[in-house]
């Protein structure tokens, strides 16, 4: 048993010793702070690992839920129609306006449809949409149109009947329609109509704006190209 350090009386030995005993005593709840300190943060580790996995499970789950509601024979047709219209003029053989710009469905194009598709004693069945017409007019598209304003009727350049070109077994098609421009005349606004110029049954149109004008005169040619995609 140690009675002093050398040096050191019989008290401050004791004193010595005692302040050592503390620090040790410190150092053990240091270590026992820490050690709570590992087994909380090792707690929240696996919360945080137990909600990942939930998260992912349930987000699977959703995707899922969406794949089957766009499945096949849930009773829902559902498909897509795309029209586009190249516009080409041409003076002494050469290209000199190009505009390509795809066109919306009028009300009574989608009337149309649904008549062609399902309705066999409706007002629009059998009948093509296969007439392009053409006008000046800077009027934006709306969709209650049963003809587009301000039709051009001469120069030319009156509604008339497209030629048919069918990609078979891949939902496309096309129709091409060249114009022999007679005056001078411009255009911005086409149309796509299923019947001919006596008749308001405007299916689709498009307005390509100022931007796109074509300017043409005597002797320019108009070539108007609508590709049909379905899917």
Known sequence: MIEHFEGFSRIET?????QECDKVRVGEGDMEKKTQLN???AI???LIGILAVSWA???TYQVITSQFVLQPGNGKLQYNVEIHLLAK???DGKLISESNHQMSLTNAGKDWIADNLFNKNGANNGKNAMYIASSPSTAAFDAIWVAIPAEITS?????ALAAWTDTAGFGTGSLYKSFSVTGTQSTQLYGLYYDTASSN????AEQQTSSAVKNMVNGDTLAITI???IS
């Open 39 to 41: 087994k909380k943060a």
């Open 57 to 59: 499970i349930a987000s």
């Open 227 to 229: 590709t049909i995609t």
């Open 155 to 159: 120069n030319g350049l009156s509604r």
């Open 44 to 46: 929240v580790v696996a």
């Open 201 to 204: 049954t405007l299916v689709a």
């Open 89 to 91: 003029q041409y003076r």
């Open 14 to 18: 004791r004193q010595l010793l005692n």
